[in-house]
Every structure is written in C-alpha cells, then in structure tokens.
C-alpha cells in the first residue's frame, strides 16, 4: 500500500514526505511563488503557481506570493495588478498578506553590514566588465580583485556612502568575500549589492541600492519562513550561493528554506520568455499582453481557456528533472476536456449561405427546442425561432458533391438540426459564381422528436435569417511556425512568427440568444469548435474568439523533444 501511494508522488513530493517523517521542520511545509513584477504572467508561471500553491494545499501548508522586486529599473506597479489578477483567477489564495521583497530591504542592508562586519564583504570600485573578467572561467581560478583587503572601517564607510547616495549608478558594488577559485562560477565572489538611483514602485526614493537576487532570494525564503524554496533548473548552480549565504545569518533553532529545482515548461509554437513576450507587445506582433494568442496567462483568459483546465494541463505533465518541450495540443486537450462538460451548445454560420425552403409558409416562425448541453443534462433546453430562411454553412453545400460527401448538394437530402429533413431542389449563382442561394424543399413529417424517422447521411447546423445576429468572429492560429522556437539559436524567434495566425471574419450568422452574451462566456458553436466572448464585443457588434477547433489535435506524443 504504501510503495503503491509513492510511486505516484514526484520527487518534489517524495522529499516533502521524507521530511514530514524525519520532523525536519515539524508539520510546517511552507512554499512560495516569487515572480517578478516585470512583465505578465505565462502558462509556465502557471505551472509553478499550481505546483507550489498545490503542494501547500496537499500538505496543509502555507503558500506566500511574493514579489521578487529587487530590480526598480523593470518593474512597474501594472505588473503586479496584473500578476494579483492571474493568481487569483487561476483559483488560489496566498497566505495572508502580499509580500515583497523590498519589504526586507531594511533586513538584507543590516545583513549586508554585518557580512563586512565580519570579513565576508567588501567595496569593489571596479566597473562590471573588469569585474566579469576577472571572475575567469569554470577551468581558470578567478583573479582577486584590488579591492579585496579593504579594511573593514573602510567597507563600512564606503557602503554607507553608497546607501546615502554619494556615488553614480555602475561605479561601485558591494561583493561577497566568497570563493575566487571555486569551480563553481556563481561563488567567486558575487555581487550583492548594486547602485540604481531608480524609482521603486513601493519604495520610491529611498533607496538608492538594491540587492542583487541571490543575496535577496534565500534571504526572503528564510524570513518568511519558507521549508520548500521551489524554482526552476537554471538556478540549480545558484543553489551553493543560496545556503552559502544561509550558513552566514540562519539562526539554527528557526526553518531553514531547502531549495529545489525542476525543469521549466516550455511549450511547442510558442516563445515563454518575458523579455520574448514584452518584445512581441512593443513591436506591435501582438495587440496586447492578453492578445489571445499570447500564452499569457490573461491571453489564454481572454482566448476563452477556463482556470480548471489549465490546472488539470499542469497536474498531468507533472514536474520533471529534465527539460523538454511540451505539445501545445496537450494544453488544447485539457482546454476540451473541460469546455465539453461546461460549455452551452448554440448554432452560428461563421460563412453563410442563404437557404430558401419553398415550400414553408411565408409568415410563418415556429419554434424548435434545443437542449442546452448533452453532457450536463441539468443545463436545460431553448427555444429557436425557424422559418422559411435560414442561413447554413457555405461549406456544407457543393454543386457537385462526391459521393461521400453527407451534406447538401442537387436532389440531396439532409437533417437541420433539430428541425426537418430538406431536399435541395436548385440553387443560384451570383455574377461571379459563387452560390447566392440554395433552394430546398421540407417535409413537414420529418419534425426532430416528434415527426418520422426517416434515415439520412447528414445533419446541419443552421440559423433563421431574419432573427440571426451578426457576429465578427477571430480566428486564431498558432503564433508562431515552427515547434521549437529555440532549435536553432542563429535565427532570431521574430522570423519565425507565423504571418497567418489571426484571421477575421464578418457578418456570421448567430442563433438569436447570443444576443445576451457577455466578455469571457464560452460556447460550443455546434460542429465549429470552442469560442468565446472577447473583450471588444459591445452591444452594437458581437465579437467572438474562437478558442480551439472541436477536433482533438493531441497526437498522444505530449513531449515532442527533449531539449
Ligand atoms: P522568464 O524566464 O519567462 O522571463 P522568469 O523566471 O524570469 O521568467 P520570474 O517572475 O522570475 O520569471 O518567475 C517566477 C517563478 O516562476 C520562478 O520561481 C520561476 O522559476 C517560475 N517560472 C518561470 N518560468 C517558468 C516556466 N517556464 N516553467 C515553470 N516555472 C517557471
Ligand atoms: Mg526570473
């Protein structure tokens, strides 16, 4: 029973469980997701918000959201309203307050002066370029800078200076007396603090330096508290530098923060990078943040994805130790999985065809009862108006159908759903040759539920012509052509965008209880696939976002690379 149970956790969990046994921090298990507010949040940040506020809820823990805002130059408030916006949405609730980083800043600046206090840190007046150079390479020791041997009445003076302001940005910095031959880069001697004469969007002006991440990162874990300090594989060589600077201040009595790392989700036709994404938003590829072929948590929002299927697309690709590419179609299956349970069905032509039924009474509109949703039986019925002309899909009439086509074509016959079976007697032609409009006959015994069975091939979707609403409806194809936007580092991933991805169409044809729909309400357009109210839709014009296509495009391969 027990081997059974842990061969399902993954290895995040296994440690978590293993230091619940061994009372490690007692009960407590506290995690947090720490983003920086530079930028809108992606589907991989929702893969760390699920995974680090699903472990807190597993294990009756705690989850803080922080804000990692060490770096006043990138960040803006707008960013953290936003990321407030999408955690909340996805469904999940930090634990008490928000907190930030620079809520420590006071804390990091004691830290820092008690690190030369004791010999661990010291002024280095050298600009950033010689410092990098002398860092050396994994194979070569570091050169010691000239600053090393700085008294520590020096250091402190000068640490102060630069907190007060005396010196510009760039001309000094205040580094960790670490390791200048370790084979491990991160520990030769890091920065850990910098000088930005850069308005804070929480703390103004009052400081003038910021610690760098690393002297921040642990720092916070431990303040607040964190046992678990999950992030992603890049950090892994950081992780030294983490509990190196841990072994300096934790009191051994409080939690010590354990950091781990797993693989980062990147996911096929798409680029997941904040710089990448901020790029596509100021160079105009993308009309937004939320653009819905962003995958931006508030694009895919805005695209029509629900908060449940993107938690049930992070709950089965799990968490990995390694990196690897992701099938989009993985994400677009869960998306379907949830939107056929929840989503009304309704009819809309997105390409219309006038249909003529000649033998329908002129002035007469009856009504057909619809149900609302198969699939949640408790979603009840509509009532449609139909009549003698309706609107059908173009593509669902052909002048000379193939045998195997089951829709409409000369002296076919075919169901409206949930309405009657018609005959095409003719149809007419514009001046340019496309069909204007298609003639058919009804038999009026043939009434869905209530008439005769009679069998035939195919059933169409359709909508009255004088009650239908227009619609403008986006179509939206994948942002970019290639699967992995990062296979070849020569070519820079704006050439690879995909010119075709948006495609609008106008004036389709929606049955009338559209009408009422609101930004963000989903439906199955019977037979078309997923869409979704956009934002830009008023009163005066619907507008509609199709979300994904009805046909599962998950090929069952979800990792398509390991990179
Ligand atoms: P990016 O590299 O996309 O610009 P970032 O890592 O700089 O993102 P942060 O705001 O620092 O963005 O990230 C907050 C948290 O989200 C971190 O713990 C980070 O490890 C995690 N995270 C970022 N990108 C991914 C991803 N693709 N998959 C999983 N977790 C991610
Ligand atoms: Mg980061």
Known sequence: MEAAESKTLNFIEQIIEEDLASQKNGDLICTRFPPEPNGYLHIGHAKSICLNFGLGQKYHGKTNLRFDDTNPSKEEDK???????????????????????????NQLYQWAIEFIKKGLAYVDDQKSEEISLQRGTPQKPGIMSPFRSRTIEENLELFERMYKGEFPDGSRVLRAKADMSSPNMQLRDPVMYRIMHS???RTGDLWCIYPMYDFAHGQSDYIEGITHSICTLEFENHRPLYNWYLDKIADSKKVRPQQIEFARLNLSYTVMSKRKLLQLVEEGNVSGWDDPRMPTISGLRRR????????NFSERIGVAKRDNIIDVGLLEFSLREHLNKIAPRVMAVLDPVKLIITNYPKDKTEFIELENNPEDLSSGTRELPFGREIYIEREDFLEDPPKKFFRLGPQREVRLKGAYIIKCED??????GKIAEVYCSYDPETKSGTGISRK??????WVSAPQAIDAEIRIYDRLFSVEDTAADKDIDFKELINPNSLQIINHCKLEPSLASAKPEDKFQFQRMGYFCVDKDSTKEKLVFNRTVPLKDGWNKTNIIANV
């Open 304 to 311: 029509g994805y629900t908060p449940e299927s993107i938690r």
């Open 79 to 105: 960013y953290v309203k936003a990321i407030v916006e999408d955690v909340k949405w996805l469904g999940f609730n930090w634990d008490g307050d928000i907190k930030y980083t620079s809520d420590y800043f």
């Open 456 to 461: 035939v091939k195919g059933t169409l979707h």
């Open 427 to 432: 149809f007419k032609k514009d001046s340019e």
């Open 199 to 201: 308005t804070h969007h």
